[in-house]
């Protein structure tokens, strides 16, 4: 990391919470389990997010295969980049740690946590034209399991989402179900497709967005996407929040130097320790093969894909 993001680090996460969420705003959000807030970001600060990843794509444009922070398509080739994410950008611009730990953000997810608040990890999602990835029903939570399910995931739309190109669709309610199985028969998908019923299907709300608007869902919260079919690109900055006394049980699916770096409040001394049976995800201590490797693969012995994609993975 150069010293300008050294530096970053070192002061973010200090910010005083500023409450922005209303009171029934914050009840949405308990009762469907995500909620949309319109016109958050300014117009500056996405421009500058923008021109960060066009800068970090336009490096990358000539990678043959993956590194820790670029993962790409399986149709990538030098004539025709075809880049589906970028981990840990906060590791790679100071923009992105802007908007994690000193905007609005910072304050949304705080009101929602109902606390203290801390980062877990972030990425840019590219749901690339013509066919890029569906993305199956899962939970962000039972892929990172934390002590509490007091987790939230803020969407922010780069360009414009809709149904047409794959925006995130959410399942109301789903949260209050509980923790789903994302294994099939002893092979972890990093789905729970095999769960969703017709009542499921039947509620799916397609979250529509456009740039400066964003949306937050709880960790317990079935969501997914549908493939890209339009001729565009949908490009979403994700940023991973968790409560202070939420402490993961398993190894990062993306490792980040700011992963549990305070955004509002203060550390906290103990952890809140849910209730219940936890069905545990496979070992990432090794590396992480990515979302989209894992789904496009499906069903598939992790083993096997953590082999064939080479380790170190999305560290």
């Given amino acids: 990391m150069n010293?300008?993001?050294?530096?970053?680090?070192?002061?973010?996460?200090?910010?005083?919470?500023?409450?922005?969420?209303?009171?029934?705003?914050?009840?949405?959000?308990?009762?469907a389990?995500?909620?949309?807030?319109?016109?958050?970001?300014?117009?500056?600060?996405?421009?500058r997010l923008n021109a960060a990843i066009a800068r970090i794509c336009a490096e990358a444009a000539d990678l043959t295969?993956?590194?820790?922070?670029?993962?790409?398509?399986?149709?990538?080739?030098?004539?025709?980049?075809?880049?589906?994410?970028?981990?840990?950008?906060?590791?790679?611009?100071?923009?992105?740690?802007?908007?994690?730990?000193?905007?609005?953000?910072?304050?949304i997810a705080a009101d929602l946590i109902g606390g203290p608040v801390k980062f877990y990890h972030s990425k840019v999602n590219f749901k690339l034209p013509e066919g890029g990835a569906e993305i199956?029903?899962?939970?962000?939570?039972?892929?990172?399991?934390?002590?509490?399910?007091?987790?939230?995931?803020?969407?922010?739309?780069?360009?414009a989402s809709r149904?047409?190109?794959g925006c995130l669709q959410t399942i109301p309610g789903s949260h209050r179900q509980g923790p789903r199985s994302h294994w099939d028969q002893d092979r972890y998908t990093l789905n729970c497709n095999a769960s969703m019923t017709d009542?499921?299907?039947?509620?799916?709300?397609?979250?529509?967005?456009?740039?400066?608007?964003?949306?937050?869902?709880?960790?317990?919260?079935?969501?997914?996407?549908?493939?890209?079919?339009?001729?565009?690109?949908?490009?979403?900055?994700?940023?991973?929040?968790?409560a202070a006394d939420a402490f993961a049980y398993t190894a990062p699916v993306i490792n980040s130097c700011h992963r549990n770096r305070m955004v509002r409040g203060k550390p906290a001394r103990h952890a809140r320790?849910?209730?219940g049976v936890i069905e545990l995800p496979p070992d990432f201590s090794a590396g992480y093969a990515g979302i989209f490797t894992l789904q496009d693969q499906r069903p598939i012995e992790i083993l096997s894909v953590l082999s064939a994609e080479g380790l170190p993975l999305a560290r």
């Fill in 199 to 242: 009542a499921d299907m039947a509620h799916v709300v397609d979250n529509e967005l456009d740039p400066g608007d964003i949306v937050a869902h709880h960790g317990l919260t079935v969501h997914g996407s549908s493939a890209n079919l339009s001729s565009v690109v949908r490009t979403t900055y994700i940023i991973q929040y968790v």
């Fill in 163 to 165: 149904t047409g190109n």
């Fill in 136 to 159: 199956g029903w899962h939970q962000d939570w039972a892929v990172f399991p934390h002590t509490n399910s007091n987790i939230v995931a803020l969407s922010v739309p780069l360009n």
């Fill in 65 to 107: 295969a993956k590194t820790a922070h670029v993962d790409l398509d399986a149709f990538h080739t030098l004539e025709k980049p075809r880049i589906r994410r970028i981990s840990s950008p906060t590791e790679l611009d100071e923009v992105f740690m802007e908007a994690a730990f000193d905007s609005v953000l910072g304050d």
């Fill in 3 to 31: 010293a300008a993001l050294q530096q970053t680090a070192a002061v973010s996460g200090t910010a005083a919470h500023r409450p922005v969420l209303s009171a029934a705003q914050v009840a949405e959000y308990q009762a």
């Fill in 273 to 275: 320790v849910e209730q």
């Fill in 33 to 47: 389990g995500f909620l949309t807030v319109r016109a958050m970001l300014e117009p500056a600060l996405l421009q």
